[in-house]
């Protein structure tokens, strides 16, 4: 079931990028910090140094160097942590750099890290301009500053920020400047922000975060804290096993896993794949996803639909086989399952009683890797006792929507993913949750998150091009763990092409169609 195999720790950011909780993050400091023979300032020095080299190399700042006819100010907010000595790093190189700097630091009871003391006494040396923040009324107006970096708090935050920090925060929040967060945006939790009240987590233009993404970016309710975030290497350590397992999807993870084909294969080598899709006013759905099949791989495809939409798919596609049910408007039966390696449902189907009806045999019948989506996912919501009944390993693709349709009500992300979780370990299946960081959970409780893909992509018959690619991995022959999360990750790609040609608006469902040869290129490349 695992997708990847074991990596040693050296080549573990080369495939694998984890998505640490705090106290693998912490342990991932003191791993690099003993296997390298540093002190833990110098690995301080060292993530310092590169978030000023990203924040040097940011369009915004190098638009401000090229245009403004001022001097740039930037104002660096510390708290008494270790994430306030990066902060004070930062606040030091670019001083000598010959910015004009200026550090506020957070005086509260907290007793500062010994590593900020040490920080702070080398900015001193350098005469950086430094300002305590005692009471509220020592907050200054943030809007003489072009850039503000916000280093109050790390990822070891647990607890809702209060009093003069939250006070400084919201100054910071209403100032109108660009505000650039080191590591993660103070105040915001690594995890759950579920409990987390608003007014005092940092609003980040962007966030140059440390190792890895924290699992919070991926939930679309923190977007207006994180920003545009990016991870930067600062060369952590970790173990090969960690308790848990969750993998931010890479191209070189995706690269390592392709099938390549024989010299010497044949159509047969390559799977025949049934899809069951269509109904009347739908057929478009059908369309699409079974181009998405032949263009990721399969050898052979069947498209069984509605008869009324038999001739439409023979002249659309006619690589395609088609199986036309009896039904002019609606699915209401199944073919013989005996010839094929992979079947998909679920794509524009509606959910009449007799197309549940069929979708019911199915699931009883099939003995094949699965996928399904669409209506097909809904008519299960109907009929949830089916669930039960899902093959090992099938895979469901719903979108937030129809996952509480089949899950019941949730509050959050953050709830959904515990429950993605959860029922794939419980019922032995794959939930590949859709969204801007698409989610696949495994049987083994694994979770991986995706890392392409945009809002571009946000129109009909999108979900259809993935249930398409998904299938044809399938029929390929890949194993339904590692058909999904390529699937996800080249479906994003796709859509990532078909933005830089289209722009933000203009991108459908064919047009990530269209780039799907082009992105299975680029990897095989």
């Known amino acids: 079931m695992r997708l990847f195999p074991k990596f040693s720790p050296s080549s573990i950011n080369l495939l694998v990028m984890r998505i640490l909780d705090p106290a693998s993050l912490k342990k991932s400091d003191e791993l690099t910090i003993a296997s390298e023979g540093i002190s833990s300032s110098e690995l301080m020095e060292r993530a310092g140094i590169r978030f000023m080299d990203e924040f040097l190399n940011d369009a915004s700042l190098l638009r401000a160097l090229q245009y403004g006819n001022e001097e740039i100010r930037i104002g660096i907010v510390c708290g008494p942590g270790n994430n306030g000595g990066d902060g004070l790093v930062l606040a030091r190189h670019l001083h000598i750099q010959g910015f004009s700097v200026e550090v506020f630091i957070l005086k509260e009871k907290e007793n500062p890290s010994a590593d900020h003391l040490l920080n702070l006494e080398r900015c001193k040396e350098k005469n950086v301009p430094i300002q305590f923040i005692h009471s509220e009324k020592d907050i200054p107006d943030w809007s003489g500053f072009q850039f503000l970096v916000d280093a109050l708090f790390g990822y070891g935050l647990n607890r809702k920020t209060e009093g003069l920090a939250k006070n400084i925060i919201q100054s910071l929040n209403q100032s109108l400047v660009k505000i650039y967060s080191i590591d993660i945006p103070?105040?915001?939790?690594?995890?759950?922000?579920?409990?987390?009240?608003?007014?005092?987590?940092?609003?980040?233009?962007?966030?140059?975060?440390?190792?890895?993404?924290?699992?919070?970016?991926?939930?679309?309710?923190?977007?207006?804290?994180?920003?545009?975030?990016?991870?930067?290497?600062?060369?952590?350590?970790?173990?090969?096993?960690?308790?848990?397992?969750?993998?931010?999807?890479?191209?070189?993870?995706?690269?390592?896993?392709?099938?390549?084909?024989?010299?010497?294969?044949?159509?047969?080598?390559?799977?025949?794949?049934?899809?069951?899709?269509?109904?009347?006013?739908?057929?478009g759905a059908a369309a699409l996803s079974s181009s998405a099949v032949l263009l990721s791989g399969a050898g052979l495809l069947t498209t069984h639909l509605p008869s009324h939409g038999?001739?439409?798919?023979?002249?659309?596609?006619?690589?395609?086989?088609?199986?036309?049910?009896?039904?002019?408007?609606?699915?209401?039966?199944?073919?013989?399952?005996?010839?094929?390696?992979?079947?998909?449902?679920?794509?524009?189907?509606?959910?009449?009683?007799?197309?549940?009806?069929?979708?019911?045999?199915?699931i009883q019948q099939c003995n094949v890797p699965m996928v399904i989506d669409a209506d097909a996912l809904n008519l299960l919501a109907e009929n949830k006792t089916w669930?039960?009944?899902?093959?090992?390993?099938?895979?469901?693709?719903?979108?937030?929507?129809?996952?509480?349709?089949?899950?019941?009500?949730?509050?959050?992300?953050?709830?959904?993913?515990?429950?993605?979780?959860?029922?794939?370990?419980?019922?032995?299946?794959?939930?590949?949750?859709?969204?801007?960081?698409?989610?696949?959970?495994?049987?083994?409780?694994?979770?991986?998150?995706?890392?392409?893909?945009?809002?571009?992509?946000?129109?009909?018959?999108?979900?259809?091009v993935l249930t398409g690619i998904i299938l044809g991995l399938l029929s390929r022959g890949y194993e339904p763990a590692t058909a999904a999360v390529m699937a996800v990750y080249i479906h994003g790609k796709s859509g990532d092409m078909a933005l830089n040609e289209r722009g933000p608006e203009s991108v459908l469902a064919r047009d990530i169609l269209g780039f799907l040869p082009i992105c299975f290129q680029d990897l095989y490349n």
């Open 310 to 362: 038999a001739q439409m798919l023979h002249s659309y596609l006619p690589e395609a086989m088609v199986n036309a049910d009896e039904n002019e408007d609606f699915i209401t039966e199944i073919p013989d399952l005996s010839r094929f390696d992979a079947i998909g449902v679920g794509p524009g189907i509606g959910r009449d009683k007799q197309t549940a009806n069929a979708l019911k045999v199915l």
């Open 387 to 464: 669930l039960a009944f899902l093959p090992q390993n099938t895979i469901l693709s719903p979108h937030p929507g129809e996952f509480d349709r089949l899950f019941g009500k949730h509050s959050s992300s953050w709830d959904r993913y515990l429950t993605a979780k959860e029922e794939a370990i419980k019922k032995g299946i794959i939930i590949i949750l859709k969204g801007a960081h698409t989610l696949v959970a495994f049987p083994n409780g694994d979770v991986f998150f995706n890392s392409t893909g945009n809002p571009s992509m946000a129109k009909g018959g999108s979900g259809d």
């Open 186 to 283: 103070s105040g915001l939790f690594c995890e759950d922000n579920s409990q987390n009240p608003a007014d005092g987590i940092i609003r980040a233009w962007k966030t140059f975060t440390f190792h890895c993404p924290k699992l919070s970016f991926l939930f679309p309710e923190n977007s207006n804290y994180v920003g545009h975030w990016k991870v930067i290497d600062i060369g952590l350590k970790e173990n090969s096993v960690l308790k848990k397992e969750r993998i931010f999807s890479t191209h070189e993870l995706i690269v390592n896993h392709l099938k390549l084909r024989s010299k010497f294969s044949h159509k047969g080598d390559y799977g025949h794949a049934l899809l069951l899709a269509g109904s009347k006013g739908m057929f």
